[in-house]
């Protein structure tokens, strides 16, 4: 069985932070969301695993490489522009080479995880095996509608939807899928459809199953699902001290990695404070990820995503709820007169008090 993993969408909706970098690469925890898919597919048994890329190919590639690290073998799978996930299975098919697979959307989370799904779908065969999630606003995504434990109906943002089971972004399927994605026609907004091509298995009399995940799952395509996946990530972490904490209080689940210095500062968990990472004076409150050699210094964060290399000086309200980007330098002048003074890219967020 192989696995195939979606990584080329351009992360429209997490602008500014996707003009310079692969949504998903964005981390959570301090690691980024693809990383996760790929650990799943490992530990669920499989080895064999495409990536398929568009825009940010050579960002992915160059994060992922061989795969060697994960434990698997990674073969890239270049998509020319952003068609559809049903089109994704279609320029993988020499790739599958008839083997039952896995399809992974790189920008979701499954707390769960992947093993006992895999294995039912081995041992049962059906078609097509479908992950699915109750969730409080099905209109906003793909809608299963069920009868004796089939699926009948796929219906994408349904005005009144039939159920609160929304289309999870994992799906299992064996070769019969590739004859659905030839025989459908792009929808309206020019795109191969996967719930067309499901669709057209079950009008078709083939077997989709579909199977409700227990715990948590996150499209991580919106900042404030990525700040709830870090949160939900970082609850479930296990206290760890590898770096130096001086006159400093660390209260609860904190991980300090290697090379991280926290002075004369509060940390109240669940947090991770990246390698190299240094924290003097100053607070950083819960569900907060502090990444590789970022700054902070008397100012609190909170509730938030700092990436790699990032500065906070001397910032008197606390920032909240914020995702701050690589190589960020954010800092309070005492210069005359006073003034703001920004430098943002496109679609940038400022929230002043």
Same mark, same amino acid.
């Given at each position: ?9 351009? &992360? ?36 064999? @695993?495409?990536? =398929? ?35 994704? =299975? ?142 939900? =990530? ?41 390698? &190299? ?7 950083? &409150? ?43 330098? @954010? ?21 002043? =008090?």
């Amino acid at each position: 069985m192989k696995g195939l993993i979606l990584s080329g969408g351009r &992360g429209t909706r997490l602008r500014p932070i996707t003009f310079t970098s692969a949504k998903q690469l964005v981390p959570v925890a301090n690691k980024p969301i693809l990383f996760y898919g790929l650990e799943a597919l490992v530990e669920s048994g499989i080895r064999e @695993i495409g990536i =398929v890329v568009g825009d940010t190919r050579q960002e992915i590639k160059d994060a992922v490489g061989d795969g060697a690290r994960f434990g698997a073998r990674v073969t890239y799978i270049e998509q020319e522009a952003p068609l559809g996930l049903a089109h994704a =299975v279609l320029i993988a098919e020499s790739f599958v080479a008839g083997e039952p697979f896995v399809m992974y959307l790189g920008d979701n989370l499954i707390r769960a995880g992947l093993t006992s799904l895999v294995d039912e779908f081995r041992a049962t065969a059906p078609n097509a095996q479908i992950l699915l999630a109750r969730v409080p606003n099905p209109q906003q995504f793909g809608v299963a509608e069920l009868a004796g434990g089939r699926v009948v109906r796929l219906v994408e943002k349904p005005k009144t939807p039939a159920s609160d089971l929304a289309l999870v972004g994992v799906y299992m399927f064996d070769g019969h899928v590739f004859e659905a994605v030839k025989a459908i026609t792009p929808s309206a907004r020019g795109e191969l459809e996967i719930t067309d091509a499901i669709q057209w298995l079950i009008d078709h009399g083939r077997v989709v199953v579909p199977r409700v995940i227990d715990g948590w799952w996150k499209d991580t395509g919106k900042l404030e699902d990525i700040l709830e996946a870090n949160r939900l =990530v970082l609850d479930t972490i296990d206290r760890r001290i590898d770096g130096e904490v001086e006159r400093s209080e660390v209260l609860g689940k904190v991980i300090i990695e290697v090379g991280a210095k926290v002075v004369q500062s509060t940390i109240r968990g669940p947090a991770v404070i990246g390698k &190299g990472a240094m924290i003097e004076n100053a607070y950083i &409150g819960p569900f907060t990820a502090v990444g590789d050699h970022a700054t902070v210094r008397s100012s609190e964060v909170e509730h938030s995503i700092v990436l790699e290399g990032s500065s906070i000086t001397d910032i008197a309200g606390r920032i909240e709820s914020s995702l701050i980007g690589r190589q960020v330098s @954010i800092y309070r002048s005492d210069a005359k007169p006073k003034s703001y003074n920004f430098m943002l890219g496109d679609r940038s967020q400022i929230g002043l =008090v």
